[in-house]
């Protein structure tokens, strides 16, 4: 036992000795002992923080959720702005300084998801269907807001404002931003005219906001304006807004084109559509054209053609992606905006904030009202005075406003911190107070509720039947309406462009049938989690309605046609034959297809 | 059918103004395309439609040409189709499509939801027994499958299947195993159809015919 002690112990000291040693010939300089544990913050700070805020971010959205009644009251971009509050003051008791929304960081990074997002899922139909209407909300009403606040803030000269400052804040303060109207939105489940009404226009007037603040901002420094500078400015207009739909446009048939060939690489699928659409938002805000129009462009123009030549899974992991990042982003937006109010500089001016929170109020109003009574003559659905009502107080304020006002370069502009003070009151003002009561508001006024979507084989039959029936009756009369282009329009694309980025035999498929597949698709996978209990049973069951024709047809037994077109197999194979009786809805994938229908809606 | 002057007359012109809802600037409009279609006689016949250029890619054409001679969309008890309509049955056909005025009771919009829906009816119901039936269902399907390619009579089938299944689960629920379901009723297609607003989804805008338009 001593023997073993002795020999350890010689061992230790044989070992250290030769180890001290070796330091000390090895570094004679340094007599420190080798740190076993080291802290390097500096090398990670970056990744570090910015992994931290996101996680933040989730986790609060985690939160709220398990708070339903807090939930169902104040939505949600309230309670992130007052968490953004909170944290900005605590850094600040912590003695450091809060950071600001960087705008960099907010349109490059923050911004596209969201609006690639909306742009992807948008629902193509109501929106072409009230182009009209949107566009006029969009140009016009944002062009009468901003002139309207600029020029009544000049008549008011609160604090010696000159004309063109006014008409620049005018611009900035007056565009309703498309993250706040989704963020509101996406909880009160209004019905789809109004949703697509206030959302289409809050995308659109991005073009005009663009062009307006560039004018105002080069008018300001240059110091004078011509007649000629205004011309410029129109064209200026015409060449964002088509400049920026044109490049989206480019890009989204690349993204198609490029997705026909990937049938050999599926993983990497989802990759080419979100960098194809951050390029065309790139490319646009290189040449001061409209990036959010440019994504719009992008996402609508490649989904049809993308989401044919695409796996089952690629699409899914696209959507999931997409709505993750949109929610993050989101989530982080309203929280940076808490962290700036208590960062930045505020230069707080009480005639200047009142005038402004009431010329919004009042110049949104008098300018859908003022802009329904016109469209109303050419639309075939008129819009109500409570529609007109929804969409005023729709209007929400939010980050772009901000992040605008904070590019503006304090040298030509000294009163830009009662701007940023103003711009947040308006914003704050408009999320929260309109937010919260909107909701209500819908409720109390009665307001139509979205429709639930439920997939039905007769609907898109009978859609499809009049679609062709209008363009027919219009080619009766002789007259060239709307229906008859959009037939044109689906002749050409079925004809021409289908068939350059639709790979294999899918380009060939009708609407229809890929409607109906995708149908099918959904149902057998309702039909497998509502069996997954029960057992497959491949016996035809016993209540079974039959069709006159002398056909049996059992009731709800489903069959599975290929997804590869061309070799779509009618005939009903035996052993994957489900058995439902019509009358029960399975209740447990309820879950699955409302999950999937909310999915397009982003609510979790 | 009435016989017309040459020169439209203001008294017949109110006369249908009244019967169909149209104003009578409409009617005029609409009475030079009857008399470029029906290259100046009195009446029209299938094969003048039949002419019209823009209808020739249409996958339903046919059904649509039906829809004109079809003495159901006449008046409310017509049999049967004719070979010849005169303007008045022209027009009554086209007031199908007209929209809805902007201030209606609730029962004028239900009617008139009621009424394009006869229309639509109409146009499936070929033979004329009440009732849309399996083969008369597939048969529609197909014609709009028709133009689309060759995916054949098989998947037209197997839609058709599924959507008379959908209509019979939610018009008739539960049914015994002996039981057949006959076919679609009126009632149950108005049933099925509630999703879509139709008295705004389908019409025209008459509003905007141009006369430089209507020569070709």
Redesign the interface.
């Known amino acids: 036992m001593r023997m073993r002690m002795m020999k350890m112990l010689l061992l230790l000291g044989l070992c250290c000795g030769p180890v001290c040693c070796g330091q000390n010939q090895s570094d004679p300089r340094d007599q420190r002992v080798f740190p076993v544990l080291s802290v390097n913050y500096d090398y990670v700070q970056m990744p570090f923080e910015v992994s931290l805020w996101i996680l933040l971010a989730s986790l609060l959205k985690l939160g709220f959720h398990l708070l339903p009644r807090l939930s169902a009251v104040v939505p949600e971009s309230c309670l992130l702005i007052v968490v953004g509050l909170l944290v900005g003051g605590l850094i600040r008791v912590m003695g450091k300084k809060p950071p600001v929304l960087d705008s960099q960081l907010f349109f490059l990074c923050l911004l596209p998801p969201i609006i690639l997002d909306a742009g992807y899922f948008l629902p193509l139909r109501p929106f072409t269907e009230n182009a009209g209407t949107i566009l006029s909300f969009a140009v016009l009403g944002t062009l009468w807001n901003t002139f309207f606040t600029g020029a009544l803030l000049y008549a008011c000269r609160p604090a010696a404002l000159e004309l063109l400052p006014c008409l620049l804040f005018g611009s900035i303060v007056s565009a309703v931003d498309p993250v706040a109207v989704l963020a509101v939105f996406e909880e009160i489940h209004i019905n789809e005219l109004l949703h697509i009404l206030v959302f289409g226009e809050s995308l659109l007037n991005d073009a005009v906001t663009v062009v307006l603040y560039h004018l105002f901002e080069e008018f300001a420094h240059a110091g004078e304006v011509t007649a000629g500078d205004v011309f410029l400015g129109v064209v200026c207009f015409f060449v964002v807004a088509l400049g920026g739909v044109l490049v989206g446009g480019v890009y989204g048939v690349l993204a198609a084109f490029t997705s026909r060939f990937t049938s050999h690489t599926r993983v990497i699928e989802p990759l080419f559509v979100f960098l194809y659409s951050y390029m065309a938002y790139l490319s646009a805000e290189v040449f001061h054209l409209s990036g959010i129009m440019a994504l719009i462009a992008c996402g609508v123009i490649m989904r049809p053609y993308v989401e044919a030549n695409i796996s089952h899974k690629s699409y899914t992991t696209i959507k999931y992606f997409l709505k993750m990042w949109s929610s993050v982003s989101e989530t982080l937006i309203f929280v940076f905006l808490g962290v700036s109010t208590v960062a930045g500089p505020h230069a707080w001016n009480w005639t200047f904030v009142t005038i402004t929170i009431v010329l919004c109020l009042l110049s949104r109003v008098l300018g859908v009202v003022g802009l329904t009574f016109i469209i109303n003559k050419y639309r ?3 819009l109500s005075g409570k529609d007109q009502f929804i969409v005023a107080y729709g209007g929400l304020r939010g980050a772009i406003a901000f992040s605008l006002a904070f590019l503006l370069s304090s040298d030509d502009f000294p009163m830009k911190d009662m701007f940023l003070t103003a711009i947040i009151t308006v914003i704050f003002f408009t999320v929260f107070v309109q937010g919260m009561t909107i909701r209500p508001l819908v409720d109390l006024l009665a307001v139509k509720k979205r ?1 639930e979507s ?1 997939c ?4 898109e ?6 679609e ?17 282009w959009r ?1 044109k329009l689906n ?1 050409f694309n ?1 004809r021409y462009i289908k068939r350059c980025l639709i790979g294999g035999e899918r380009s ?6 890929s409607f ?1 597949n995708k ?2 698709l959904k149902q057998a996978l309702m039909l497998l989690e509502s069996n997954s209990s029960a057992n497959l049973s491949t016996a035809v069951t ?8 002398g ?1 049996r ?1 059992r ?2 037994s489903f ?1 599975f ?1 290929e997804r590869s ?1 061309g070799e ?1 197999n ?2 009903r194979k035996p052993s994957v034959k489900f058995s439902l ?3 029960k809805p399975p209740r447990g994938p309820e879950h699955l297809l409302e999950e999937d229908e909310e999915l397009m809606h982003r609510r979790h | 059918m009435g016989s017309f002057q040459s020169l439209p007359d203001d008294h017949q012109y109110r006369t249908l103004s009244q019967k169909t809802g149209f104003s009578l600037e409409q009617i005029a409009i609409l009475h030079n395309r009857f008399k470029q279609l029906s290259q100046n006689e009195e009446t029209l016949r299938r094969d003048d439609l039949k002419t019209i250029q823009d209808l020739e890619s249409n996958p339903i054409r046919s059904q649509i040409i039906e829809a004109f001679f079809d003495r159901r969309n006449f008046q409310k008890d017509g049999v049967g189709s004719v070979e010849e309509i005169g303007f008045e049955e022209f027009l009554t056909v086209m007031s199908y499509f007209r929209a809805p005025a902007h201030h209606i009771t609730e029962e004028q919009r239900e009617e008139m939801r009621r009424a394009k829906l006869r229309f639509l009816f109409n146009m499936h119901d070929t033979d004329n027994d009440g009732t849309i039936t399996l083969e008369e269902y597939r048969h529609v399907v197909e014609e709009l499958l028709s133009r689309s390619g060759a995916l054949g009579r098989e998947t037209a089938k197997g839609i058709a299947d599924a959507a008379m299944l959908e209509v019979a689960s939610i018009s008739v629920g539960p049914m015994a195993p002996d039981e057949f379901y006959e076919g679609i009723t009126f009632e149950h297609f108005l049933k099925i159809l509630k999703g879509i607003e139709i008295e705004t989804t389908m019409h025209i805008h008459f509003l905007n015919m141009d006369t430089s338009v209507l020569c070709k």
Do not use: W
């Open positions: 075939m659905v008129k429709k439920k039905s084989i007769n609907e039959i009978h859609t499809q039947f009049l062709h029936l209008l363009a027919g009756i219009e080619g009766v009369c002789g007259h060239y309406g709307h229906h008859h037939d002749r079925k060939q498929e009708p609407q229809l049938v109906y149908m099918e016993a209540a079974a309605p039959r069709l006159e024709s056909e047809l009731s709800g069959f046609s077109a779509v009618a005939r009786e019509p009358p």
